[in-house]
Nanobody, 125 residues
Framework: QVEVVESGGGSVQAGGSLTLSCIVS????????MAWFRQAPGKEREGVAC???????WYGDSVKGRFTISKDNANNTLYLQMNSLKPEDTAMYYC???????????????????RGKGTLVTISS
């Protein structure tokens, strides 16, 4: 049984940095796509970044150059390093995983079979 658990959320000032972690347990597939999504109050959920077993990574336009996704295969942990944070980055961040590679872009939310409960990131101005 696959379980996805995020951590690392918190409150920081604009311009600061934060690193989110996601531990994926019970993974038995040889391939994967793992992605971060976020949803701010009153806004639609958006794909932030993803990476897959082919070694590729993708980023949403709003975070390119500021966020970095990485995966520690030895520990089955996904990270999202967030730098130069802005108030508009405030959102609940969700870690997701699917057994198939991502494809050519960040997959849609419902295309990811496994999802965490989220970790809250709050950026103050």
């Amino acid at each position: 049984q696959v379980e996805v658990v995020e951590s690392g959320g918190g409150s920081v000032q604009a311009g600061g940095s934060l690193t989110l972690s996601c531990i994926v347990s019970g993974w038995t597939y040889s391939t994967y796509c793992m992605a971060w999504f976020r949803q701010a109050p009153g806004k639609e959920r958006e794909g932030v970044a993803c990476c897959d077993s082919t070694g590729k990574t993708w980023y949403g336009d709003s975070v390119k150059g500021r966020f970095t996704i990485s995966k520690d295969n030895a520990n089955n942990t996904l990270y999202l390093q967030m730098n130069s944070l802005k108030p508009e980055d405030t959102a609940m961040y969700y870690c997701t995983a699917d057994q198939y590679p991502c494809g050519s872009r960040i997959p849609g939310w419902y295309g990811m079979d496994y999802r965490g409960k989220g970790t809250l990131v709050t950026i103050s101005s």
